[in-house]
């Protein structure tokens, strides 16, 4: 528990870094507002499914992927002092993916 508190500190109470970062990463992981509804409607992956194993692992990887973007918030924090276009490049990558999930669902959904 105590190392749960200690990676919560860490993304959220950060004093060390310059803002633009860690509004860069918060940028990021506002992903995690859909959660809610990724959970509510990954249930209905198990209506029919055609395989049972591979609808499992859908259901495990689409529910986990807020752990992925507090890992790279982490990592990005992390390697801030080594390397700050790598640590940049973080979560610029997943706001990239969101700009290109927008531009699917506005131009072509």
Known sequence: MYMLANFFN???KN???P???VNLNY?????I???PLVLFVSIFLFDHPNNLAQTYLIFILMNCYPLVLMMLT???FKTFHVNRILSALFPLAVICGYLFILFMMLFFG
């Open 74 to 76: 982490y990592f990005s």
């Open 15 to 17: 004093k060390d870094l």
């Open 27 to 31: 940028i990021c992981l506002a992903g």
């Open 33 to 35: 507002i859909a959660w």
């Open 10 to 12: 860490f993304i959220f």
């Open 19 to 21: 803002r633009w970062i």
